[in-house]
């Protein structure tokens, strides 16, 4: 299979741009087409480029069992957001921070980036969290850079938000950002095509993704151990358990079910009713903060402190690359590679697609 060039992409996005001039009420339908294969979703941004950077100087001591509120002490926050700009010059190719985000942030269609609403899912379960910085760095992004005002910015995990102001009070947001909890929980239901086990082929998910009022979705997982039914691992695309019930994914056809509710327009954006291509992206970006990771899991604190960050913007794609060279090659902790490999070919790709021969390009 061809690799999509950067040529390309940027061919999709003039087509796509001329679309939206043309026809903007294009982006209000809500398609319930299968996502189509291969289809790009990104346009400015090469969809099967992960990238990754491991620098100690981004802790100030090694402390790998310590607790979320100790590893908030020891992160180097300054060392943190440079390495993240790094990760976004070298994903979207270019030297400049500033003209980096504005390449992976997309602005909504007819809309003002004042008046563009985000939502940030974060990883509430257990003992590991994102931490502080990381998760600062991104709201400041969207506010410093973009324009986005804090009040429609929301941090939320639907499942095990509730007492996320308490358990992960995030430092250094802007003020007016909203730390969300639940933000009322996965209660709206919408189809969720492909074969896994449901009757009426349907799911619920957080409201605010299924009526569209969400213009930007960013995943921000962190690197756990899971049943091997899911590869061995959870980061961005079982970080979507906290958008969407969890329940089906906990019943047979679970890894089916996981894989069909990462191909829905809730996550990658509206799609053209008919051939299931995305019309506008949503989840525009995926970061994995690693600062400290865990051989085992889900519960418990962290085994390793990795003092690494990988970003990409389709999560199969940084989940697989993640699991196989980070925590696969790097760490020893070799993921389960039937459930591994449907990351790539249920969303139509296979290991030779990958840029750089599979590889995380570093930072």
């Not at 004042?114 to 990883?123: F, G, H, P, R, S």
């Amino acid at each position: 299979m061809a690799k999509i060039s950067r040529r390309a992409f940027v061919k999709k996005a003039t087509i796509m741009g001329t679309a939206m001039a043309a026809f903007p009420t294009l982006l209000l339908r809500k398609g319930r087409a299968a996502w189509a294969q291969k289809t790009v979703v990104h346009p400015h941004v090469d969809n099967l480029r992960v990238v990754g950077i491991t620098d100690i100087t981004m802790t100030k001591a090694v402390q790998a069992r310590s607790s979320w509120p100790r590893q908030n002490e020891l992160v180097v926050t300054e060392r943190v957001w440079e390495n993240m700009d790094k990760l976004a010059c070298r994903l979207a190719e270019t030297r400049n921070p500033s003209e980096a985000w504005r390449t992976i942030f997309i602005r909504p269609p007819r809309k003002a980036w004042a008046d563009t609403v985000v939502a940030v899912k974060t990883n509430n379960i257990g003992q590991q969290h994102t931490r502080s910085a990381v998760m600062a760095k991104i709201v400041h992004t969207l506010t410093d850079t973009l324009g986005i005002k804090p009040f429609n910015i929301h941090i939320y995990d639907a499942r095990h938000g509730s007492n996320m102001e308490r358990q992960t009070p995030f430092a250094g947001l802007p003020e007016g950002c909203h730390i969300a909890g639940t933000w009322g929980g996965s209660r709206a239901l919408t189809a969720v095509p492909g074969p896994w086990r449901n009757t009426g082929g349907k799911s619920e998910c957080l409201k605010q993704l299924v009526d569209g009022s969400v213009d930007i979705l960013i995943n921000v997982a962190v690197c756990k151990e899971h049943s091997k039914r899911f590869g061995g691992f959870t980061m961005a695309m079982k970080n979507h358990f906290g958008t969407f019930s969890p329940r089906p994914g906990h019943e047979p056809g679970s890894l089916n079910y996981l894989i069909a509710i990462n191909q829905t327009p809730e996550i990658l954006g509206p799609m053209d009713e008919r051939t299931g291509k995305v019309l506008y992206p949503r989840q525009q970006v995926c970061v994995i903060d690693a600062l400290w990771a865990s051989k085992g899991g889900p519960g418990g604190n962290p085994s390793h402190q990795p003092n690494f960050l990988a970003m990409g913007v389709m999560a199969p794609m940084v989940d697989y690359q993640v699991a196989t060279k980070f925590r696969g090659e790097m760490m020893g902790w070799h993921p389960y590679m039937p459930a591994t490999l449907r990351m790539l070919t249920d969303f139509g790709y296979t290991e030779s697609d990958l840029p750089a021969g599979g590889k995380i390009m570093e930072a």
